[in-house]
């Protein structure tokens, strides 16, 4: 039997959504002892990782899922999906922590931040729909302007600003981003020398974008 990755990477081609890859490097300031990123480090925030420049790419998805789950700093959502990696992509060489954005989707997302301190969202957002705060009594709610959302993801009012030092919540819509858990190797991976499409797990784990 002989296997033909052409005929798969165009099959693939064909059925495959368009997404963005961006490969992973552990960033210098991770202490070695602990393995914790420096809390204040410019280049990757404190996460641990820096990312490189997005190469866009076409893969398949075999399955896909979003769960909510509990832990003691709050809830955040978890999801996995399956991807089957054309051998002639980009995506082929992706290493775990790697992250993929979904240009063929959306969801909803609703974040709290702090004006002057955490305020920057670390994903691709599609539009802004709210904004609003409590007032100092803390029993009315105070709708808020719509901000800009910089390529960074820092944001900027035209009006409408909360003050500083004030939590907001801040909602709307957003590309669904994943996380490169594992790489599932497999025998299938290559056959007799020729390199055929392999499985990736990616977790949508809202967690490593706070």
């Known amino acids: 039997m002989r296997l033909n990755p052409a005929a798969f990477n165009t099959f693939l081609a064909g059925i495959g959504q368009r997404m963005l890859w961006q490969s992973a490097s552990a960033c210098p300031c991770i202490e070695p002892h602990s393995g ?22 076409v893969a398949g998805v075999a399955s896909q899922k979003v769960v909510k789950q509990w832990a003691q700093f709050g809830m955040y959502e978890q999801g996995d999906a399956i991807l089957v990696i054309p051998s002639d992509s980009p995506l082929y060489a992706a290493g775990r922590f790697d992250k993929i954005t979904m240009f063929n989707g959306s969801d909803r997302f609703s974040r709290v931040l702090t004006r002057g301190r955490n305020d920057r969202l670390h994903e691709s957002i ?19 302007g719509i901000p800009t959302v910089a390529p960074d993801g820092s944001l900027t009012w035209a009006s409408g600003e909360p003050p500083a030092g004030t939590k907001y919540t801040i909602e709307g819509q957003r590309r669904p981003t994943y996380f490169v858990f594992d790489n599932m190797p497999s025998d299938r991976n290559q056959h007799q020398g020729a390199l055929l499409p392999k499985n990736l797990v990616a977790r949508q784990w809202d967690v490593m974008s706070r």
Not at 43 to 53: D, F, R, S, T
Not at 126 to 144: C, E, I
């Open 126 to 144: 599609l539009s802004v729909d709210k904004v609003f705060w409590l007032n100092p009594a803390g029993d009315t709610v105070v709708p808020g």
């Open 36 to 57: 914790a990123a420096k809390p204040g480090c410019p280049l990757c925030l404190g996460k641990g990782h820096i990312y490189a420049v997005g190469v866009e790419c």
